[in-house]
C-alpha cells in the first residue's frame, strides 16, 4: 500500500490538502449529495472529502491531474466504495463523459487555475446540478459581487448569468497543510434553470462583458465605441455616462441580445428613435 507521508506537496498543481474534519464536515453537509446523481469531485487530493463521500454515496469520480496521489488515492479507497478515477487536467476535462448527468460537483480549487477552471465549468453548465466549491477568498468574493461593489466584474458577470451564487462559509489557512497564506471560501452554485433574461448569443454576450471590464475605467460610452451605439444604451435606460461596474447582469444580457438582434436584422446602427 502506498504511503502518502511520503508525498510532498507540488506547487505547479497548487497541492494544499485539507485536514481540518470540522470543516470537511461543513463542506460535504453543504453539498448534500442526491440519490442517483454522478458525483464528480475536482481535485481531490489525498482523500479529504472522497472518502467521506464513498462511505456515503458508495461512488465518486474523481478528476486528478497527479498520476502520485492517484495511486493514494486508490489505495485508501479500497474497500469503501466505486472510485471512477480520470487522471486528467480538469481544465481539458470532458465532463459528459460522466454519467448519469446532470453532475453534483464538488471540489477544493486549486488557486492557481481557480479562475480558468470555473470558466471550464460554465461551458458544461447544461449537464451540472450543483456545485460545491472552495476557492480563495478573493476569488469567491468577486464571484458573488453584485453591481457598483468594489470586487465587481466580468467573473461576477459571467457566472451570475447562468448561476445562483452563494458564499457560505470562509476556510482559514490553519485547515490545510501545507497552510496557504491566504484565506479560503467555500461557495455554492446552482444553476438558473430559466435565466431571465436569457442569452440569445452566449458567444456575443462573452464578448461584450470581457470588452467592458477591459477598460473598466472608462465610460462604457468609450469602452463600446464602435460595438455599441449610444442611442441604443439610452434605449434600455442605461446612462453612457455609467462604467462597466454600474451595469448589472440583466443590463448587460440586454445590451448583448439587443445588439445580436441588430446585427441579425442588418442594421449596423441606431434608427432615429435611438431604438437598438
Not at 109 to 134: A, D, E, G, Q, W
Not at 188 to 207: G, H, N
Request: glycine share 6%.
Amino acid at each position: 500500500m502506498s504511503n502518502d507521508t511520503g508525498h510532498r506537496p507540488r506547487r505547479r498543481f497548487g497541492q494544499n490538502f485539507l485536514h481540518d474534519k470540522q470543516v470537511i464536515d461543513q463542506i460535504i453537509d453543504a453539498f448534500a449529495p442526491e440519490p442517483n446523481l454522478a458525483i464528480v469531485e475536482i481535485g481531490p487530493g489525498k482523500g479529504a472529502l472522497t472518502l467521506p463521500l464513498l462511505q456515503k454515496t458508495g461512488r465518486v469520480n474523481v478528476i486528478e491531474i497527479d498520476s502520485d496521489l492517484a495511486q493514494i488515492l486508490i489505495d485508501k479507497s479500497r474497500g469503501i466504495g466505486d472510485l471512477q478515477l480520470f487522471i486528467n487536467d480538469a481544465l481539458k476535462f470532458d465532463f459528459s463523459q460522466i454519467k448519469p448527468a446532470p453532475l453534483q460537483i464538488i471540489g477544493n480549487l486549486p488557486y492557481n487555475i481557480s479562475t480558468p477552471l470555473m470558466f471550464h465549468l460554465l461551458k458544461n453548465i447544461s449537464i451540472i446540478k450543483s456545485m460545491v466549491l472552495m476557492l480563495q477568498k478573493e476569488v469567491a468574493d468577486r464571484i458573488c459581487a453584485r453591481h457598483n461593489e468594489a470586487d465587481y466584474g466580468r467573473l461576477s458577470v459571467m457566472i451570475q448569468s447562468q448561476c445562483q451564487a452563494e458564499k457560505l462559509f470562509t476556510v482559514p489557512a490553519s485547515a490545510f497543510t501545507p497552510s496557504p497564506k491566504v484565506t479560503s471560501a467555500v461557495l455554492k452554485l446552482l444553476p438558473l434553470t430559466t435565466p431571465a433574461p436569457s442569452i440569445d448569443d452566449p458567444l456575443l454576450f462573452e464578448r461584450i462583458v470581457r470588452q467592458a471590464f477591459s477598460q473598466r475605467r472608462k465610460t462604457i460610452r468609450n469602452a463600446w465605441k464602435g460595438i455599441v451605439d449610444p442611442g441604443c444604451l439610452e434605449a434600455l435606460s442605461i446612462a453612457p455616462s455609467f462604467r462597466a461596474g454600474n451595469l448589472s447582469v440583466d443590463d448587460y444580457i440586454n445590451v448583448a441580445n439587443s445588439l445580436y438582434h441588430q446585427q441579425n436584422q442588418g442594421i449596423t446602427t441606431v434608427d432615429n428613435n435611438g431604438d437598438c
